[in-house]
T-cell receptor, first 115, second 111 residues
Framework: EAGVTQFPSHSVIEKGQTVTLRCDPI?????LYWYRRVMGKEIKFLLH????????ESGMPNNRFLAERTGGTYSTLKVQPAELEDSGVYFC?????????????FGPGTRLTVT | QKEVEQNSGPLSVPEGAIASLNCTYS??????FFWYRQYSGKSPELIMS????GDKEDGRFTAQLNKASQYVSLLIRDSQPSDSATYLC???????????FGSGTRLQVQP
């Protein structure tokens, strides 16, 4: 079974530019989560999808961040315009709807550097 | 402010010893607890979950939960150099799926 995949693995952009991160969850996982880790800090929750619906977006830092999950499969996280403080590693995770729904499996992350 | 606290380490143990990692959390309504292992530059890997008070064993790993004292721990028996990594404690609150992470404890197993 393939794990959570994320693209790109690294992205370097200039302040003010736009970047879109993509996450493909484990097949059959209805729940998809975005987290990020900025330098020296803990991994922080951003938002949670159940299928295509945003269930909890309480961790989104501001309206420069837009997450979508059209069709309930893969998800994108767009940052527009990017600021220096957006640099960090963005992780995606997914979990089952049933069985062990609270166990979240993480992807490799996208390292975003804003210069 | 909900918090999950971990000693950053490094915790250094000799090969074959028991490594004991601890985590405390501030929110009494927390219901689910997880330990993740993260190698440098890699993704967090789920190694243990625990939902009720007591011990849960899986191979060389034992998770211990004490909700009254608000702590959760991870024991690694017969530690191996390959266990050297950062161990992250994560807590899920009632009614939400979001995980709150600690900053992690770096474990070094000396050959």
């Amino acid at each position: 079974e393939a794990g959570v995949t994320q693209f790109p693995s690294h992205s370097v952009i200039e302040k003010g530019q736009t970047v879109t991160l993509r996450c493909d969850p484990i097949s059959g996982h209805d729940n998809l989560y975005w987290y990020r880790r900025v330098m020296g800090k803990e991994i922080k929750f951003l938002l949670h999808f159940v299928k295509e619906s945003k269930q909890d977006e309480s961790g989104m830092p501001n309206n420069r961040f837009l997450a979508e999950r059209t069709g309930g499969t893969y998800s994108t996280l767009k940052v527009q315009p990017a600021e220096l403080e957006d640099s960090g590693v963005y992780f995606c995770a997914s979990s089952h709807r049933q069985g062990t729904p609270y166990e979240q499996y993480f992807g490799p992350g996208t390292r975003l550097t804003v210069t | 402010q909900k918090e999950v606290e971990q000693n950053s380490g490094p915790l250094s143990v000799p090969e074959g010893a028991i490594a004991s990692l601890n985590c405390t959390y501030s929110d009494r309504v927390s219901q689910s607890f997880f330990w993740y292992r993260q190698y440098s530059g890699k993704s967090p890997e789920l190694i243990m979950s625990i939902y009720s008070n007591g011990d849960k064993e899986d191979g060389r790993f034992t998770a211990q939960l004490n909700k009254a004292s608000q702590y959760v721990s991870l024991l690694i028996r017969d530690s191996q150099p390959s266990d050297s990594a950062t161990y992250l404690c994560a807590v899920k609150d009632t009614g939400r799926r979001a995980l709150t992470f600690g900053s992690g404890t770096r474990l070094q197993v000396q050959p």
